[in-house]
């Protein structure tokens, strides 16, 4: 089954625990990107990658860190949460350029 | 230039009614446009894509785009209460993608 997984889906934590939220697609596509949702702000992206060692800026960087290993793989890494990095999260890979992003399930995370 | 423009609703309709939802967007080089379908707490489905302009239907789903007055819509008809949910309008250029806020409908048996 085509499916793009996120690990943990819930997370709750304290301020300056070093965390990482896992994404893993099983389609082979090159692009990944991650997002995050906030009431009334709508879906916001993070990171993405173009490809494995290809990762660039998206409109809400400050704060977390990600990697590209792997074609499979796409972390997201908060090095330092904050309280203001609670958000409900989501990793989403594109098969190729114009089409539609497959979305994981989600990682709800708060920082206390 | 980025922004996606919905009304955030709520929108309520009775069951078996017309579902309009609509969507402005400010980036007049967006090539794709596509509508997702979130549940509270869950991913975005995605409803329909729409690359062209005029009208586009799936089922009981119309898309429809104009890209002269920048606007998109999306009609759901004979409404369901299953259909309630949040409505993302999303438009891409290349890689990228953008979301509006999202309009929320209520389908009230």
């Known amino acids: 089954e085509a499916q793009v997984t996120q690990n943990p889906r819930y997370l709750i934590t304290v301020t300056g625990k070093k965390l990482t939220v896992t994404c893993s697609q099983n389609?082979?596509?090159?692009?990944m990107s991650w997002y995050r949702q906030d009431p009334g702000l709508g879906l916001r992206q993070i990171y993405y990658s173009m490809n494995v060692e290809v990762t660039d800026k998206g409109d809400v960087p400050e704060g977390y860190k990600v990697s590209r290993k792997e074609k499979r793989n796409f972390p997201l890494i908060l090095e330092s949460p904050s309280p203001n990095q609670t958000s409900l999260y989501f990793c989403?890979?594109?098969?190729?350029?114009?089409?539609?992003?497959?979305f994981g399930p989600g990682t709800r995370l708060t920082v206390l | 230039q980025k922004e996606v423009e919905q009304n955030s609703g709520p929108l309520s309709v009775p069951e078996g009614a017309i579902a309009s939802l609509n969507c402005t967007y400010s980036?007049?080089?967006?090539?794709?446009f596509f509508w997702y379908r979130q549940y509270s707490g869950k991913s975005p489905e995605l409803i329909m894509f729409i690359y062209s302009n005029g009208d586009k239907e799936d089922g009981r789903f119309t898309a429809q785009l104009n890209k002269a007055s920048q606007y998109v819509s999306l009609l759901i008809r004979d409404s369901q209460p299953s259909d309630s949910a949040t409505y993302l309008c999303t438009r891409g250029t290349g890689n990228q993608f953008y979301f509006g806020t999202g309009t929320s409908l209520t389908v009230i048996p």
């Open positions: 989403a890979s594109i098969p190729r350029e114009g089409v539609s992003p497959y």
């Open positions: 389609m082979n596509h090159e692009y």
């Open positions: 980036d007049r080089g967006s090539q794709s």
